[in-house]
């Protein structure tokens, strides 16, 4: 089955281990993901200004050309693009007056009211394969592999976008479990990872990550998996920044939700690209027999 | 902090612009402090989340703009989750930063960024910070 999908900008280049190990792990779920024709930049980060609707033209741009492909849903994987093009979408559904102004600025594009469902690849495989399914699915179960989910806040918050209501939201763990993965309970699984301001206030930001890795490695983890690649740069790629200057006890591997799905379902290193992710990740896999050692 | 407070000291235009801009009702805020112990950048701030919130209610325009809180925030959210009032912080902390960015005043200026740093950060850390912290 084809389904609409956004890819976003990082996912074409720094985080390509993001979406290779999706699309290929989809494809053995049965799911083509159907990449949006001349899609442009989400944003990245939402208006929140009551008078800047110039700002919500590039995300409802691209829910125009789901709407133009005949599709009812759009799958993303970037939290924050999924973020960025629900709540755009929302304002086009609920918010009559905004949705006028915008649609009659954009002249050249047909009317756009929220007619398409941005979907998050976690609630697509909820709620379009099944955790059954999934589970059915796995040929080399993740068994052992002690991985603490991590939602940052992009998936959560907003309430009115939440993949699930954070207060009590499992989607990430079930994903997790189907794929015979050990849960470990994150008490920072919706902290705030620092998000942009790792470039213009670097050292508050990397307290913020220091804890929510601190944190999750104090409960025993493995390894972190999370969907953002803003995420993961604050918390893998400049873990090595952090350990010495922060008290850590050791590293804490990041990994995509996806690279574990395309892992589980018997892919290979081949589409998971671990050279793009923290150095410790592919030794950990390794030592576990997840995936071939690499020769030297 | 000493604060002097009387007629002139209240900038009731500022009090508009940023309700007007952030579609926030500023009298809402009960000064509970949900907010400051929410918040991952706290730490950094001169001024707390709250205090922002209470200055800003008495129009002190100076005090909220001579303050780095509203450029560390990293509209995380949290606060605007916990919030019993149910005032959208990060909005408000949106409609003050706007205020100086749409003087033309960027907070950062992509030029001294690193290169390594743009070599390896992904495009949304960029155009995030960008977009919130540049006119």
Redesign the interface.
């Known amino acids: 089955m084809k389904v609409s999908y956004y890819p976003?900008?990082?996912l074409k280049?720094?985080?390509r281990n993001l979406e290779d190990s999706a699309i290929a792990a989809l494809r053995v779920l049965g799911h083509d993901l159907d990449e949006l024709p001349r899609w442009n930049?989400c944003?990245?980060?939402t208006?929140?200004?009551?008078?800047?609707l110039l700002?919500m033209l590039a995300p409802v741009r691209d829910l125009i050309r789901a709407k133009q492909q005949g599709s009812d849903k759009l799958v993303t994987i970037?939290s924050?693009?999924y973020n960025t093009l629900a709540r755009a979408n929302l304002l086009m559904k609920n918010d009559v007056e905004k949705r006028n102004t915008i649609n009659a600025f954009m002249e050249e594009e047909p009317d756009y009211a929220g007619e398409v469902e941005v979907v998050h690849l976690l609630n697509f495989l909820r709620d379009y394969v099944g955790w059954d399914k999934l589970a059915a699915a796995v040929k080399k179960p993740l068994s052992g592999l002690r991985v603490a989910p991590y939602y940052g806040?992009t998936l959560v918050?907003?309430?009115e976008v939440a993949i699930e209501p954070?207060v009590d939201a499992s989607v990430f763990e079930r994903f997790l479990t189907a794929l015979g993965a050990e849960v470990v309970a994150n008490p920072a699984a919706?902290?705030?990872c620092?998000?942009?301001?790792?470039?213009?206030?670097p050292?508050?930001?990397l307290?913020?990550a220091a804890?929510v890795i601190g944190t999750a490695r104090d409960r025993g983890a493995d390894l972190m998996a999370l969907s953002?690649?803003?995420c993961?740069?604050n918390l893998g790629?400049r873990q090595g920044d952090l350990i010495a200057s922060h008290g850590l006890q050791g590293e804490l591997p990041t990994v995509y939700f996806t690279q574990l799905l395309a892992l589980a379902l018997g892919l290979g290193p081949d589409v998971c690209h671990f050279e793009l992710n923290h150095k410790g990740t592919r030794s950990l896999l390794e030592g576990r027999n997840l995936i071939p050692v690499q020769a030297a | 902090m000493r604060i002097v407070i009387n007629g002139r000291t209240v900038d009731q235009d500022f009090i508009d612009r940023v309700e007007?801009?952030?579609?926030q009702k500023l009298s809402s805020c009960m000064q509970c402090g949900t907010c400051t112990a929410s918040c991952?950048?706290v730490?950094?701030m001169q001024l707390s989340p709250r205090r922002v919130m209470h200055l800003l209610q008495m129009g002190l325009r100076d005090y909220v703009e001579g303050a780095n809180t509203v450029?560390?925030c990293?509209?995380?959210?949290?606060c605007?989750?916990r919030c019993p009032r149910c005032v959208?912080l990060?909005?408000v902390?949106?409609?003050i930063r706007?205020v100086t960015l749409r003087q033309n005043k960027d907070?950062?200026d992509p030029q001294r960024?690193e290169p390594t740093?743009i070599d390896?950060?992904?495009?949304?850390?960029?155009?995030?910070?960008f977009?919130?912290?540049t006119a």
Do not use: N
């Open positions: 976003g900008c990082t280049t720094k985080a930049c944003g990245a980060v208006s929140l200004a009551q008078d800047d700002h970037c924050m693009c806040c918050r907003p309430a954070a919706f902290d705030c620092g998000s942009y301001q790792i470039l213009s206030s050292k508050e930001a307290d913020a804890r953002c690649p803003l993961d740069y790629k | 007007e801009i952030s579609g991952p950048m730490e950094a450029w560390v990293a509209s995380c959210h949290t605007e989750a959208d990060p909005r902390m949106e409609a706007l907070r950062v960024l740093v390896e950060a992904p495009q949304v850390a960029m155009v995030g910070c977009r919130k912290l």
